[in-house]
């Protein structure tokens, strides 16, 4: 990681000040500018944790930063230790700590021996601008807390990403939800991850969500999640484009729109729409949208060379077929509606479902037309299957929503996310 000090900016400035205020510096603004108070919060923290109090953040401040940012620490057993003290000087519990240590007995702690102390704070940040980075940080300090998470790849990206999946539950009813097809719409990726951890945490709890008993879910069903489909994208959106980009020159030839990329940009990183690159009446879509001038790459709309010309794509549509969906949701944003339908495909059911999630999310339902109508991952899994999916178009406003909406998103599609495995 880089230093971080006065005047420095980016998304991991952010993270870092998310961090200081959950646990107690309030650094006042999260706006990924290193100003002069998250200058005094990081002298704060340091000073509590015997630092040197300079308000840079070097190698030796990250040091110490690092677990809380994964949300757990490792720690090493002493003589005289008990579950009970460490969970007390971590501000932890000690069911946490059961809870990531599944082979650890609590009575016979052994000198020596090593166990994952999970912080008591949540894991799924969703107050910041949510880049690969801290997704893939994120999975890892959900795995450490929640050791029967399943965690895998799909495949990678064209810059070699890792297009990450988990999996939730254990029953033969097979789901599969997916977001962040394109970039402007990663606001979708912490909704995903902040569900599973909100689930995750319910199991371990034996509780309740919305009245859904979610260890009737776990044996009923298996929620297979992939977060973020177009790592390439959200990392162009938020982070910017960087000169050791591979595709420098090109992505400023195919941006054609003279605006940033964090404003436009929606496509993968070679310029196509991976939410129109799905062998479904693709070649009609492709007359249309080189009519309407996206015959080549650029921000949005264009189609590819051929159906899963992309890896992310393809890594999409094999993970289908590798498994047996019953249904499946593809969140993007916005607008707040749900397409259900695809050239009369889709099976009867769709439509009383369609309702059911209308009714708990208070999203309205819609029909795609024109450009949206062909190629999507919604459109290709009712052909294929004759089964129902879904595209959720998530919040409402311009694209990329600001991720202040995120808790109206997240309150408004819990229920829809708990009923789309059980219905
Ligand atoms: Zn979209």
């Known amino acids: ?58 190698p030796i401040t990250h040091k110490a930063l690092e677990p809380l940012l994964l949300g757990y620490d490792i720690y090493k057993i002493r003589s005289g ?65 929640y050791p029967f998470l399943e965690v895998g790849s799909a495949g990678r990206s064209v ?61 009923k069903s298996t929620i297979y999640i992939m977060p973020m489909v177009n790592p390439d994208g959200v990392d162009l959106v938020l982070n910017g484009l960087q000169p050791d980009n591979p595709f420098y020159n090109e992505l400023l030839k195919w941006n054609i729109t003279g605006l ?26 492709k007359v249309i949208a080189q009519q309407q001038g996206y015959g080549s790459p650029g921000p949005t709309r264009y189609p590819g060379k051929n159906p899963e010309s992309e890896p992310e794509t393809r890594a999409v549509a094999d993970f289908t077929r590798n498994h047996n969906f019953r249904l499946v949701l593809a969140y993007h944003t916005q607008g707040e509606v749900i397409f259900w339908t695809f050239q009369n495909l889709e099976p009867p059911e769709a439509r009383t479902i369609a309702e059911l999630f209308s009714r708990v999310s208070g999203y309205r339902l819609g029909e795609a037309y024109g450009l949206g109508a062909y190629s999507g991952y919604k459109d290709w899994f009712i052909q294929q299957y004759r089964r129902p999916g879904f595209t959720i178009e998530a919040g409402l406003g311009k694209n990329p929503l600001p991720i202040t909406q995120f808790d109206k998103i997240y309150n408004d599609n819990e229920e829809l996310l708990l009923l789309a495995s059980v219905v």
């Open 1 to 58: 990681m880089r230093v971080l000090r006065l005047g420095s900016r980016g998304t991991d400035v952010m993270e870092i000040q998310a961090l200081l205020r959950k646990i107690g510096y309030d650094p006042r603004s999260i706006d990924g500018i290193f100003g002069e108070e998250t200058r005094q919060s990081v002298i704060a923290f340091q000073r509590n944790n015997g630092l040197t109090p300079d308000g840079v953040i070097g």
């Open 81 to 145: 230790d008990t579950l009970y003290q460490i969970a007390r000087n971590y501000y932890t519990t000690v069911e946490k700590i059961v809870t990531a240590n599944p082979t650890v007995n609590p009575y016979n702690l052994r000198i020596g021996q090593q166990i994952v102390v999970p912080f008591g704070i949540d894991v799924v940040a969703t107050n910041i601008a949510y880049t690969y980075e801290i997704m893939e940080r994120n999975i890892r300090g959900l795995r450490a807390r």
């Open 159 to 219: 810059l070699g990403r890792e297009l990450y999946y988990l999996k939730i539950g254990n029953g033969p009813n097979q789901v599969f939800y997916n977001g962040s097809h394109h970039s402007l719409e990663w606001i979708t990726t912490p909704l995903l991850m902040k569900f599973i951890e909100n689930f995750s945490k319910a199991y371990v709890q034996e509780t309740n969500i919305r009245g859904y008993d979610v260890r009737t879910i776990w044996d």
């Open 260 to 285: 940033p990329f964090s404003q436009v940009w929606n496509a993968n990183i070679r310029g196509v729409d991976l939410n129109h690159n799905y062998d479904a009446l693709w070649e009609r879509y």
